[in-house]
């Protein structure tokens, strides 16, 4: 089925270990992103890609990286992980102008 | 304070009731989010709005830029309606999300 695929779905990860949760549409949206839910905060933007080449920062940026080499995958990367990243994220894609958005099945990650 | 207030947290409501979610935002915006999050964790888009109304089935979702106000409603509620509605707001390229009401509907 056409959409956003997201994984992996659960991953558990000791203090300073590094991963990638990896994103991938097929919708050729310009426009992709990458949030995180956690209790009584609701969701925040954490990094966002208008197109291949371009990405920025949303609201809670730091500890994470991007990047957007292909208009299909947007990889967030943990280089060092801390249990403040311990969280439920998501990655959604949507094209400008539609602004229906598409969200990933999420990642539930806890950092021990 | 939030940029985007959502009321209320939580609502329960019966069977065919009419329901009525709020949200309010404090910032210019470009455009509103309607989401649903499923209880198994799943987010659905429900409606963009960046004017007027908008109505697919029994949901409706209406805009004053204004006032900065948003209303989400459902007519004919169903228990297959519980669940999560989270209103977000997109400037520029950022997005500000409210806490999300809690809907619960009986049968």
Known sequence: NAGVTQTPKFQVLKTGQSMTLQCAQDMNHEYMSWYRQDPGMGLRLIHYSVGAGITDQGEVPNGYNVSRSTTEDFPLRLLSAAPSQTSVYFCASSQPGTGVAFFGQGTRLTVV | ?107
């Open chain 2, 1 to 107: 304070k939030n940029e985007v207030e959502q009321s209320p947290q939580n609502l329960t409501a019966q069977e065919g009731e009419f329901i009525t979610i709020n949200c309010s935002y404090s910032v210019g915006i470009s455009a509103l989010h309607w989401l649903q999050q499923h209880p198994g964790g799943g987010i659905v888009s429900l409606f963009m709005l960046s004017s007027g109304k908008k109505k697919h089935g029994r949901l409706i979702a209406t805009i004053n830029i204004q006032e900065k106000h948003s209303s989400l409603h459902i007519t004919a509620s169903h228990p297959r309606d519980s669940a999560v509605y989270i209103c977000a707001v997109r400037y520029n390229n950022d997005m500000r999300f409210g806490a999300g009401t809690r809907l619960t509907v009986k049968p």
